[in-house]
């Protein structure tokens, strides 16, 4: 059981604490670098960097008054600097610390969700393998269809699972950006060479060109990409839940000593996790259609975004936090019925080698349409009566001139229509 939950790691990411840190941050590099300029003197630079701090009690006292957070911010890191502190702040407005900070934060949350999904990769990786050539059913709308292995399925969402660790990659690297370029983004009373400097010592890169905020389709990329991230655990969830239902149970969640499913029936063994995970999702979906919202601004700012991240940024990363570790332990403690999916399987009586059939017909020179014409009509009586589809098959004198006894035995090889297994976990590296 990995349990790997990194839930407090990630709160504390978007604490109070944190985001005021980040403030400070960034305040205080931008007066070391306005001091390496000569904008700043020395000796303030020393004073500022010895003294400056913050109390958040003291902040949330003065935000009565001001109702200006970024003002009370700055109202209590004076109060602990003193006259140096006139050189806080210089030249600068609300947001070029805000989204600065902001950025380091989504940076941050951003690689914490990469080592989840690394970590879910691992388990998927390990679990895809064990069950490589574990023969199950594969259905389409809902129906068996032909012979697939759980490993497949598995494999499937591994390859699905890299391409999200490449997006989110992106995605951060989208969202590296700061900007120290005043009120209106004109660096009217900064220099760009100030930004460089800055973001340069926090990690970033400069915004090339700003408003008096990062421009929001870099944050609505970031959460749209947490929703497909999302939206992937939710397909694995919906699978699982199927594959859990009574009439199928080709695999279950696991189910722990002492754990209930039901208030009223003691019989239950719920898929209680896939369906947090899928509920879950939607919830990041809908963060994510806020982040398109706040793209469009008035003119080059307004704050009707800013209410809406203080929800949607640190609650999309502590949920996507949460689903990837939920996800992780769910495939790695994964029961899996090898014998019901045989048993499945063989439900149909060998309808799902339908299609070797019509292809070996159709090699021996029939038509597509004739060929499908006889199977189908075979397939229909099968699933009325109930007989073997093979014998049934090996009955019909039309298929029988056409394909001797062992070529319709062919036809219904598992081990045939399974073939490129091998091939396919190559190709995804596995």
Known sequence: MIKR?????????????????KWLDVELAVCEVQTERGVIPKEAWEEIRSKADFDSQRIDEIETTVQHDVIAFLTSVAE????????????MTSSDMLDTATSLQLKEAGELLLKDLEDLRRVLARRAVEFKHTVCIGRSHGIHAEPTTF??????????????????????????????????GTFAHLDPIIEEGVCKKLGL????????????????HYLNVLAVIGASLEKIAVEIRHLQ????????????????GSSAMPHKRNPITCERIAGLARLLRSNA?????????????????????????????????????????LI??????????????????????????????????????????LVQDEAMACWKSGEHFQNRVQKNKRIGEILSSDEIE?????????RNVDKIFKRVNL
Request: charged share 25%; with cysteine; proline share 4%.
């Open 151 to 184: 490993g497949l399925k598995l494999a499937l969402w591994y390859d699905e699972a890299g391409r999200n660790i490449q997006r989110l990659k992106e995605a951060i690297e989208g969202i590296r950006v700061g900007m120290i370029s005043g009120a209106i």
């Open 332 to 373: 790695d403690q994964l029961l899996v019925y090898p014998g019901k999916m045989k048993q499945n399987l063989e439900m149909t009586r060998g309808l799902i080698f339908s299609q070797p059939l019509l292809l070996a017909l159709v090699q021996k020179g029939l038509s597509r349409e004739e060929a499908y014409g």
């Open 245 to 260: 239902r009574t009439e199928v149970l080709e695999a279950e969640e696991y189910f722990s000593k002492g754990q209930k």
């Open 410 to 418: 062919k036809c219904f090889d598992l081990d045939n229509q399974l």
């Open 80 to 91: 602990k600097v003193g006259p140096a502190s006139r050189y806080i702040h210089l030249g």
């Open 289 to 329: 259609v806020a982040g398109l919202e706040n793209v469009a601004l008035w003119h080059e700012r307004d704050i009707s975004h800013s209410s809406v991240e203080r929800v949607i940024l640190p609650d999309s990363t502590i949920l996507l936090n949460y689903i990837l570790c939920k996800t992780t332990d």
């Open 5 to 21: 939950y990194t839930l407090p790691e990630m709160g504390k990411i978007w604490s109070q604490e944190n985001r005021y840190r």
């Open 205 to 220: 890169k400069p915004a090339p060109v700003s408003t008096q905020v990062v421009q929001r389709d870099r944050h609505a």
